[in-house]
């Protein structure tokens, strides 16, 4: 195994623990502050390690979540069931939030 793959497969199993997060708070709103602080968390995420990640982008982004399959297995895979789709709101919330 080469160090590029290392890093990838470091990288994805610290995205999934952010997601394993989210679902230890799925029975929560996804307007509660606890929940948008996950979502800040994972843009920071993003932006530091794949590529800037602004609000626009995250909302194009929370929506593939939810709708396709890969990333919703991998997601519900990770925090349970309905993570997938509570990540989804909890983005579109934290996107419509005009500030920062």
Known sequence: MNKQTLAGQELNAAMMTIF???GQLKEQAPAEESVQK????LQ???SQNFYPCSK?????????????SDF????????GVGTARFVAAAI???CADNRS
């Open 56 to 68: 626009a982008d995250l909302a194009d982004l929370g929506p593939s979540y939810e709708r396709d």
């Open 72 to 79: 919703a297995l991998a997601i519900d895979r990770a925090g």
């Open 38 to 41: 996950l979502v800040g968390t």
């Open 92 to 94: 579109k919330v934290y």
């Open 44 to 46: 920071n995420f993003i």
């Open 20 to 22: 394993e997060q989210f």
